[in-house]
């Protein structure tokens, strides 16, 4: 089952004479998905890596399912949020299909033990991201869009109630893009994720969050949200929306401001 996320008052910066996310609140439904969009150095790292407990918020609670992610122990949380990030290893010196099963281990009592419920489990999410072919394959020698697809494999394995994408999109190709962002909509998880695409936020979103500055500059569903005007505080640049004829949802292009 998905629970709820809750973020209330959350501030973070490396020291406290620098602030690089302020105050931040809000809530994202369960089984629902919030897309964060911004500028680059907007925060929207930053303020993922206080919910997936890297950073350890200056001031501010993260909820999930009415557990403050801070105050219980970390195999617990991991067990509750599931994340797939920009920063990657380098160099994992294990197969695909090494790296997709750790995606286990918070279920498990030590490292090393593996039910066999997982194997099906890991091999469904092989065949899930087409990664069947690479299963034996070192990590290390997949393409850029082949090491996201497994380590989105990884994190669908972990079974969270929760799951924090950092920009899952980048390095993949069109068709890989679209259905990234379909196999998200039909998770049965609470989905918080950043893009950079704004047609592809608003294929995804049930609401959008819009950072500027650390601070959030506007929170709702799509196309409340997605307005020229906010576009341009948030990117400073000019947006052109209309409504694709097939889907109804908002196409957006874009171009300087004069
Ligand atoms: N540990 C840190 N120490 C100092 N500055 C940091 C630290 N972490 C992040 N920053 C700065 O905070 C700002 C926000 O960074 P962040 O990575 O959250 O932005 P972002 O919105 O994810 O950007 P992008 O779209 O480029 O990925 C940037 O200016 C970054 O350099």
Redesign the pocket.
């Known amino acids: 089952m998905a629970q709820d996320l809750k973020v209330r008052g959350l501030c973070w910066g490396?020291h406290p004479a620098?602030r690089?996310i302020e105050e931040i609140s809000f809530d994202v439904s369960a089984g629902s998905t919030t897309v964060i969009v911004?500028?680059?150095?907007?925060?929207?790292?930053?303020?993922l890596r206080s919910i997936y407990r890297q950073n350890r918020p200056d001031a501010g609670q993260v909820m999930v399912g009415g557990r403050d992610i801070w105050q219980i122990p970390a195999r617990d949380s991991a067990r509750l949020i599931a994340a797939v990030l920009?920063e990657v290893a380098p160099d994992f010196a294990f197969t695909v299909q090494e790296v997709v099963a750790m995606g286990r281990i918070p279920h498990h009592d030590s490292l090393f033990s593996r039910r066999r419920a997982d194997d099906a489990i890991i091999a469904q999410a092989l065949s899930d991201f087409e990664l069947a072919d690479f299963a034996d394959r070192p990590f290390s020698g997949l393409s850029g869009g082949e090491k996201q697809r497994a380590l989105l494999a990884r994190a669908i394995v972990q079974q969270p109630q929760l799951i924090v994408l950092?920009?899952p999109t980048n390095h993949l190709d069109i068709r890989h893009q679209l259905e990234i962002i379909q196999m998200l909509r039909r998770l049965d998880m609470t989905v918080l994720v950043?893009l950079?695409d704004l047609n592809l936020a608003a294929a995804l979103a049930d609401q959008v969050l819009v950072?500027r500055d650390?601070r959030i500059c506007a929170l709702g569903p799509p196309k409340a949200v997605l307005t020229p005007d906010t576009i341009r505080t948030a990117f400073e640049v000019a947006a052109d929306i209309d409504c694709h004829p097939r889907t109804g949802r908002p196409r957006f292009s874009f171009d300087l401001l004069p």
């Not at 911004?38 to 303020?47: R, V």
């Open positions: 490396p620098r690089i911004g500028a680059n150095g907007a925060g929207k790292s930053t303020l920009q950092d920009e950043t950079h950072m650390g």
